[in-house]
């Protein structure tokens, strides 16, 4: 029962191109949503989030934006850099549940 | 601040051992999670920690499957006896709260389980 999906398990981008990536989800109950970024051996860390009353949140090159009727999320990176090549996870969280729902992840690879 | 540590990072044992993962969570966070990240796809929760008490175990497979969390601070996380299919990361996180509102989990770098 996979309730949060990226269809993209990998993406290549130049550097200083914009990276985008994509996650749907399925149960509308769902109330914040957040990105992860992990590197290879070490735990995912917190990218950037956004609550289901808004629908864009913007911290310097990241963006996420939030279409509920869509059930659907993206992240934009602006301009991509090498070092933010990883893999990226979204991941949604809803009260009824007290549970994260993670995605299966996007390898992003950025090239110089 | 100190991060989420776990060991050993890598484990490898033969099916039907049993093996034992600890995590200790950031001072002071109250509630602690274990995931399993099979290769290829996102962390699933197996079990979550508000202090010592579980608040989540729902996708624990307890025929194999224990954890525990003495005194609302270390946790292990043990399988007994192991399959193939639990070749896996194991991830600890913490986070100050947890509850009905969303608290920031930070993860631990996570222990690679191959079981052979």
């Known amino acids: 029962d996979q309730q949060v999906k990226q269809n993209s398990p990998s993406l290549s981008v130049q550097e200083g191109r914009i990276s985008i990536l994509n996650c749907d989800y399925t149960?509308?109950?769902?109330?914040?949503f957040l990105w992860y970024k992990k590197y290879p051996a070490e735990g995912p860390t917190f990218l950037i989030s956004i609550s289901s009353i808004k629908d864009k949140n913007e911290d310097g090159r990241f963006t996420v934006f939030l279409n509920k009727s869509a059930k659907h999320l993206s992240l934009h990176i602006v301009p991509s850099q090498p070092g933010d090549s990883a893999v990226y996870f979204c991941?949604?969280?809803?009260?009824?549940?007290?549970?994260?729902?993670f995605g299966t992840g996007t390898s992003l690879t950025v090239i110089p | 601040e100190a991060g989420v540590a776990q060991s050993p990072r890598y484990k490898i044992i033969e099916k039907r051992q049993s093996v034992a993962f600890w995590c200790n969570p950031i001072?002071?966070?109250?509630?602690l999670y274990w995931y399993q990240q099979i290769l290829g796809q996102g962390p699933k929760l197996l079990i979550q920690?508000?202090?010592?008490?579980?608040?989540?175990d729902s996708q624990l497979p307890k025929d194999r499957f224990s954890a525990e969390r003495l005194k609302g601070v270390d946790s292990t996380l043990k399988i007994q006896p192991a399959k193939l299919e639990d070749s896996a990361v194991y991830l600890c996180?913490?986070?100050?709260?947890?509850?009905?509102?969303?608290?920031?989990?930070?993860f631990g770098p996570g222990t690679r389980l191959t079981v052979l």
């Open positions: 991941a949604a969280f809803g009260n009824t549940g007290n549970q994260f729902y």
């Open positions: 149960n509308s109950m769902f109330d914040y």
């Open positions: 001072s002071g966070h109250a509630t």
């Open positions: 920690f508000q202090n010592n008490g579980v608040v989540d």
């Open positions: 996180a913490s986070s100050f709260a947890s509850g009905t509102t969303y608290n920031e989990q930070f």
